[in-house]
């Protein structure tokens, strides 16, 4: 729902809805019900294991997708999704390179630390290989 408690107990009137990733806002009463439902059957499993309400869950998402897109693949965070979204575009175009805005954030496992360009997830370390911060400027240039 919309409204956000900090911990002290301030509230905050929410536009995001929860968080980009899971818009869904907080504790709303229809998405608590369907998760403690589900819960209370089977609280764990994997995208590794066939069962049957990701395949029903699937197939509701794919009925509200235009043709051609039909396939659906499963992920569990934003950073998978973005992952996967890195090795589906290097795997279709043969290119390794990425460029992404400086300040913007998408997720932090290896390869998308690479494309986020936030001081304070970033490490004197190797990784993201191929990703490159631009600035807005820099980015209309390409287009
Ligand atoms: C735009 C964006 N991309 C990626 C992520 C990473 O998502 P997750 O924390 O589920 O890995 C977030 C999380 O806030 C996000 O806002």
Redesign the pocket.
Known sequence: MEWLFDAEGSRYLDFFSG????SVGHCHPKVNAVAQKQLGRLWHTSTIFFHPPMHEYAEKLAALLPEPLKVIFLV???????ELAMLMARAHSNNIDIISFRG??????PY?LGLTNVGIYKMELPGGTGCQPVSLEIFLLFL
């Open positions: 968080i980009v990733t899971v569990n965070s934003g950073s998978e999704a973005n913007a954030y998408h997720g932090c496992s998308t």
